[in-house]
């Protein structure tokens, strides 16, 4: 059974950085795309950045040059490291993993909130 952990999330300032992790059971994080995704309160969870198997990376607009996304094959977890946070990074962060052939596995997300 495939399952993913998110943790890292809390209370920061803007301009502060936040690391999330998202540790993986039942699957290869190195086999397949992970991906994270957030919601803002009140608003549909959108898409937030990826890594496939190769390696590459992927972002939104809203993200990019602010956020990475890497992975440590030896603990079969996926990173999102966070700089530079603003007010409306404040979302729950979700992971999820997809596996063409049997489908999508979500993490039950964690709370990031930038507040000062």
């Known amino acids: 059974q495939v399952q993913l952990v998110e943790s890292g999330g809390g209370l920061v300032q803007p301009g502060e950085s936040l690391r999330l992790s998202c540790v993986v059971s039942?699957?290869?994080?190195?086999?397949?795309?992970v991906a994270w995704s957030r919601r803002r309160p009140g608003k549909e969870r959108v898409y937030v950045g990826r890594?496939?198997?190769?390696?590459?990376?992927d972002y939104s607009e809203a993200v990019k040059g602010r956020f990475a996304i890497f992975r440590d094959n030896g603990k079969n977890t996926v990173y999102l490291q966070m700089n530079s946070l603003k007010p409306e990074d404040t979302a729950i962060y979700y992971c999820y993993l997809l596996d063409p052939e049997k489908g999508t596995y979500w993490g039950q997300g964690t709370q990031v909130t930038v507040s000062s």
């Open positions: 039942g699957s290869v994080v190195d086999e397949y795309t």
């Open positions: 890594i496939d198997s190769g390696g590459i990376t």
